[in-house]
C-alpha cells in the first residue's frame, strides 16, 4: 500500500454527526486548494453524503496561516 | 451580490520592471545613511559618532578601540591632527563645534588598550616590507600591522626608542613612554641598524612580496623616482612611497598606501575598486532642536577624563530619522527608509518565491505624510502605491488583505448606491457627495446636511451616495479605480454634470482626478452661506486632527478652523498638525492590511493631545472613537448631531442601506427593495465581538443560515449545536448555531479562503 502523506488529520471519535443523515462523522479524506495549490488532509467527513468540516481552531491556526504563506508567493 | 475575482494561481513567473531611474532616485533622497557632517570631513573616516558616544558614556576603552581603527598611534595622531572635523560640527551654527580632538587626546590618554593584540590573529600569506623610518613609515607599518600583515621594517635607527623618537620627536614625555609600549605590543619585526643602500634594497625586494620605504630614502635610492599621490605609489619603481607633510597628511597616505598594498599583494591595478577616500560631502539633515549645551567645556592643559566625557556628552549623535519622528508605520519597521523602499522596489521584481515585504509594501498609509517631513521630500507612499499596482499588474498581487475593503466598496456603489436630483429637479446645479463612510458612520449627520443645502443652496442639490474609488486605487486595482471613475462620471452626467459639494476630503482628492469636474468641499460652502441654526461648538478644548487627504490643501485646513471658530471652539494646539498631519490608520488601507500598524497609528495621532478630537474625515472620527477618545466630526457639530459610539462592520453597512431606503421613502416617495428575513435572528455577544474581529458580516452569517434553510446540511457538534457552512465569493463561511424560537441563535462564526472537498480513495 502506497504511504500518503496528509498534512494534517483530525479524527472526530465519534463526537460529531451529520446532521441530514444522522450519521457519526468519520475521519475520511479531504483536500484543501487555494490558490491553484493542493493539501491532501483527513477531516472529519459524512460517510453518507460527504460533508466535510473544517473545525474554527484548524480555520483560524493552520489553515490561515498556510493561506498566507501561499498569498505571498 | 458583488464578487471579486481571486487571482488563479501562484504560479505567475513574470514581473513588470520598475525603472531603474525610480528606484535609485528614491532611494537616494534619504539621507539616513550619510555620514555625520563630522566623520565625513575626517579624510580618515572615524566613526565619530559611536566614538564620542563611547566616550559620553565614560567607555574609554571602546572609544580607543573606534579610534584605533583609523590611528594605530592614537597620540601621535591626536597630537598633530588638524581636525577639519570640529569645523563642520553642526553644533558650530548655534554655539560652538564640539571639540572632538581634545576628547580624542584624552581618550588616547586614558583609554585602556585591549589585551588581545595582533599575535592571536591569523597573519596573511604575502609579506610586506617597510624601509627606512620616519612618521609615514611608522604610520605605515602601523596600518600594514592592523591589516595583519607579516610586516618587516628595515632601519637605521639602533632599536625602537630611536624609531619612534625619529618619526615624533613632538611627543611629550609621557606619551612618547605610551606610544613606545604599544609599539613594542605590535606584531612588527624590526631590523635595527641597517645600512640603506641600493643592495638593501634589491635584497629586500627579492624576499618580500611589496616594497615600501619612506619618501627620504625611496629619493636617495632610486632619483627622479615619481609617486602617484592617489596611490602613494612609484609606479615604475614599484615602491609604495610619498611625500607627507605634517601628521595628519602622513596618516592619509599610510591608508591609501595599505590600500595600495591590499591591491598589489592579489596582482591587481592598485587604482581599481578603492571607493571612496578621503573626506566627502554629507547631505545628512539634523535637528538642532534638541541640542542643549552649546559651549565648549574649556581646555585649558587638555582634559582631564570627566571632561572629556562631559565635552562628548554634547554630541547630539546626529542622524536623520524626521520620519520615523512623525510615521508609525516607518517608526515600526524601524530601518533605514531608503533601505526599506528599495526592498518594496525590489519585492515586486521577484519571479518565484515568498513576497516577503508585501507586508509593509501594504501596511503603509500612502498619507504623504513622509514626503512633508522629509527634509528631501522623500515619498514613500509613491513607492508603496506604485508596487502595489505593479503587483496587481502582474497578477501577484494578494487579494485577501483588501478583499473585505473592496466588497465595501462594491456594496457603496451598488446596495447602498444612490443617485437622485433633488425632489422637483431634473438636473441639479449641485450634488452632495458625503463619502461612504459618512453614510456608514454618522447617517443622520448627511441627513441633515444634505436638506440643510436643498434647502439654502438654489439650482438644486442633487445626492450621491457611493464610494469615491480611493479604496481601490489604494489597492493598487488601477481596472476598478477606472471603472469606478467611468461609473461615476456616468451617474453624475444624468444628474447635469453638477458641481461636486464633496463632504470628505480624500472623496474630493479622488473626484479631482476625474476631467472636467467641478468640486467644492462642503465646508468651503457652509462658510459661504453662513453656519446652519444649531450649530455649535464643544463647549471644552478640543484638538483638530488635520485629514492626511487634506494635506497640501490650506484652503481646506483653514475652511475647517474658521468653521469651528465660528462655532465657538477652543481649539488646542498640537505637533504635527496641517500638511504635516499624521494619518488615522485608515488610509491605504492599513486598517484592513495590518491591523497592528494602523493601531499605531491611531495612537500616534492620540498622542498628540488629551482632549477631544475634532476631525473633518469620518474614518478618522470612527478610528479615534474606537480608541475610546471622545471624538466629533466637524459636521457633526455643524448639525447638532452626535454619532454615538462607532458601528461595527455590520452596522456600518446597515446604516448606508437604511440612509438610502430612508431618503427614497421621505425625499423621493419610493418604496425601496428590501429584503426582510422570515425567521428571528438572535446573537451571542461573543458572536458579534468575534464577526467584528474576523470581518464577517450579518450578510455573511444570513447567507449560510439560508443554504441550511435550503439544503438542511450542517453538523451537530457534542453539545448538541449546528455548524452549517457555505462558499460566499472566495470565502467559505461557518456558523455555529442553535434553532431559537421562530429563527436560530448564533453562537460563533469563522471562515477561511481555501477550498475544501472530500477527495476520493
Ligand atoms: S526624513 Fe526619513 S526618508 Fe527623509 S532623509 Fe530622513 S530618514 Fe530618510
Ligand atoms: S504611512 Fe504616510 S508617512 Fe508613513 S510612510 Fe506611508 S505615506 Fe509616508
Ligand atoms: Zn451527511
Redesign the pocket.
Known amino acids: 500500500m502506497a504511504i500518503e502523506k496528509n498534512y494534517y488529520t483530525i479524527d472526530p471519535q465519534g463526537k460529531l454527526k451529520c446532521f441530514k443523515c444522522g450519521v457519526p462523522l468519520i475521519k475520511g479524506k479531504a483536500k484543501f486548494m487555494y490558490l491553484d495549490n493542493g493539501f491532501p488532509v483527513e477531516l472529519p467527513v459524512c460517510p453518507v453524503c460527504g460533508f466535510v468540516y473544517v473545525p474554527e481552531e484548524l480555520a483560524l491556526g493552520k489553515v490561515a496561516s498556510v493561506e498566507r504563506a501561499l498569498e505571498d508567493k | 451580490m458583488a464578487q471579486i475575482q481571486e487571482r488563479g494561481s501562484t504560479h505567475v513567473y513574470k514581473v513588470n520592471k520598475i525603472s531603474k531611474e525610480e528606484v535609485d532616485g528614491m532611494v537616494a533622497?534619504?539621507?539616513?545613511e550619510d555620514p555625520p557632517f563630522c566623520s565625513a570631513a575626517c579624510p580618515l573616516k572615524l566613526d565619530a559618532r559611536a566614538f564620542l558616544q563611547a566616550a559620553a558614556a565614560g567607555s574609554f576603552k571602546k572609544a580607543l578601540q573606534l579610534y584605533e581603527k583609523i590611528a594605530p598611534f592614537p597620540l601621535i595622531l591626536s597630537a598633530g591632527c588638524e581636525a577639519p572635523c570640529e569645523g563642520k560640527c553642526r553644533l558650530g551654527e548655534i554655539g560652538e563645534g564640539l571639540a572632538i580632538r581634545e576628547v580624542e587626546r584624552a581618550v588616547a590618554r586614558f583609554g585602556e588598550q585591549s589585551r588581545l593584540g595582533g599575535i592571536f590573529r591569523t597573519k596573511k600569506r604575502r609579506t610586506v616590507a617597510v624601509l627606512g623610518s620616519g612618521l609615514f613609515a611608522l604610520l605605515l607599518a602601523g596600518e600594514l600591522e592592523k591589516k595583519a600583515y607579516p610586516v618587516t621594517v628595515l632601519c637605521e635607527e639602533p632599536d625602537e626608542d630611536a624609531y619612534l623618537r625619529a618619526a615624533a620627536p613632538f611627543l611629550d614625555e609621557e606619551a612618547f613612554r605610551l606610544e613606545l609600549k604599544r609599539l613594542r605590543g605590535k606584531d612588527i619585526q624590526f631590523a635595527f641598524s641597517c645600512r640603506p643602500d641600493a643592495a638593501l634594497l634589491e635584497q629586500t625586494r627579492q624576499n618580500t612580496d611589496v616594497l615600501c620605504a619612506s619618501w627620504e630614502l625611496t629619493q636617495r635610492l632610486c632619483p627622479g623616482a615619481v609617486s602617484i599621490p592617489e596611490l602613494v605609489f612609484c609606479e615604475e619603481e614599484r615602491i609604495v612611497s610619498g611625500p607627507t607633510a605634517g601628521v595628519m597628511e602622513a596618516a592619509f597616505a599610510a591608508k591609501k598606501a595599505a590600500l595600495t598594498v591590499d591591491r598589489l599583494v592579489q596582482n591587481l591595478d592598485p587604482r581599481n575598486t578603492r571607493g571612496q577616500e578621503g573626506a566627502v560631502e554629507s547631505r545628512l539633515?539634523t535637528d538642532l532642536s534638541e541640542a542643549k549645551e552649546r559651549s565648549r567645556v574649556p581646555v585649558g592643559e587638555g582634559y582631564t577624563k570627566e571632561e572629556a566625557v562631559r565635552e562628548a556628552g554634547r554630541c547630539i549623535q546626529c542622524h536623520?530619522?524626521?520620519?520615523?519622528k512623525s510615521c508609525a508605520y516607518?517608526k515600526h519597521y524601524k530601518k533605514h527608509?531608503?533601505l526599506l523602499a528599495k526592498e518594496i522596489y525590489n519585492n515586486t521584481q521577484i519571479i518565484m518565491g515568498d513576497h516577503q515585504l508585501n507586508k509593509p509594501m501594504n501596511a503603509c498609509s500612502l498619507c504623504g505624510q513622509?514626503t512633508v517631513?522629509?527634509?528631501?521630500g522623500?515619498d514613500m507612499a509613491r513607492v508603496c502605491h506604485l508596487a502595489r499596482q505593479n503587483m496587481v499588474s502582474t497578477d501577484k498581487m494578494p487579494l485577501a488583505p483588501h478583499e473585505f475593503a473592496l466588497l465595501d466598496m462594491l456594496f457603496s456603489n451598488n446596495e447602498a448606491f444612490l443617485a437622485r436630483p433633488q425632489p422637483g429637479f431634473e438636473t441639479c446645479k449641485y450634488v452632495f457627495f458625503p463619502g461612504c463612510q459618512a453614510a456608514a458612520i454618522a447617517p443622520e449627520t448627511v441627513k441633515a446636511a444634505y436638506l440643510d443645502l436643498c434647502a439654502r443652496l438654489p439650482g438644486g442639490v442633487a445626492l450621491m451616495l457611493g464610494c469615491c474609488g480611493a479604496i481601490c486605487d489604494w489597492a493598487g486595482r488601477y481596472e476598478m479605480e477606472e471603472q469606478t471613475r467611468d461609473f461615476l462620471d456616468r451617474e453624475l452626467s444624468k444628474l447635469g454634470d453638477p458641481i461636486v459639494i464633496a463632504g470628505c476630503p480624500s472623496c474630493k482628492k479622488e473626484l479631482e482626478s476625474h476631467e472636467g469636474l467641478q468640486i467644492v468641499g462642503v465646508w468651503d460652502l457652509l462658510l459661504e452661506i453662513g453656519l446652519p441654526e444649531g450649530a455649535r461648538g464643544l463647549d471644552r478644548p478640543a484638538a483638530l486632527h488635520d485629514a492626511c487627504g487634506a494635506r497640501g490643501d490650506a484652503r481646506t485646513q483653514d475652511a475647517i478652523r474658521e468653521l469651528a471658530r465660528r462655532m465657538g471652539c477652543a481649539l488646542t494646539e498640537t505637533p504635527f498638525d496641517r500638511d504635516r498631519s499624521p494619518c488615522c490608520g485608515y488610509g491605504g488601507l492599513s486598517a484592513y492590511a495590518n491591523r497592528e500598524v494602523a493601531g499605531e497609528m491611531t495612537e500616534k495621532c492620540l498622542e498628540r493631545s488629551d482632549a477631544p478630537y475634532i476631525s473633518y474625515c469620518m474614518a478618522c472620527r470612527d478610528r479615534f472613537a474606537r480608541q475610546g477618545r471622545e471624538s466629533r466630526h466637524i459636521l457633526e457639530l455643524c448639525y447638532g448631531t452626535d454619532a454615538g459610539s462607532p458601528p461595527d462592520i455590520s452596522e456600518k453597512r446597515a446604516n448606508r442601506l437604511r440612509l438610502k431606503n430612508e431618503l427614497l421613502q421621505q425625499l423621493w416617495l419610493e418604496e425601496p427593495m428590501e429584503k426582510k428575513l422570515t425567521y428571528e435572528l438572535l446573537w451571542t455577544d461573543e458572536a458579534r465581538r468575534m464577526m467584528d474581529e474576523r470581518m464577517i458580516l450579518t450578510d455573511d452569517v444570513i447567507a449560510v443560515l439560508e443554504g441550511f434553510r435550503e439544503n438542511g446540511e450542517a453538523i451537530e457538534d457534542e453539545d448538541g449545536l449546528l455548524v452549517a457552512r457555505r462558499r460566499v465569493g472566495n470565502a467559505t463561511f461557518w456558523v455555529k448555531f442553535e434553532p431559537a424560537g421562530e429563527g436560530y441563535r448564533v453562537h460563533r462564526a469563522w471562515s477561511h479562503r481555501m477550498r475544501v472537498e472530500k477527495r476520493e480513495g
Open positions: 533622497r534619504c539621507v539616513y539633515y536623520c530619522e524626521e520620519c520615523l516607518l527608509p531608503g513622509c517631513v522629509c527634509p528631501n522623500f
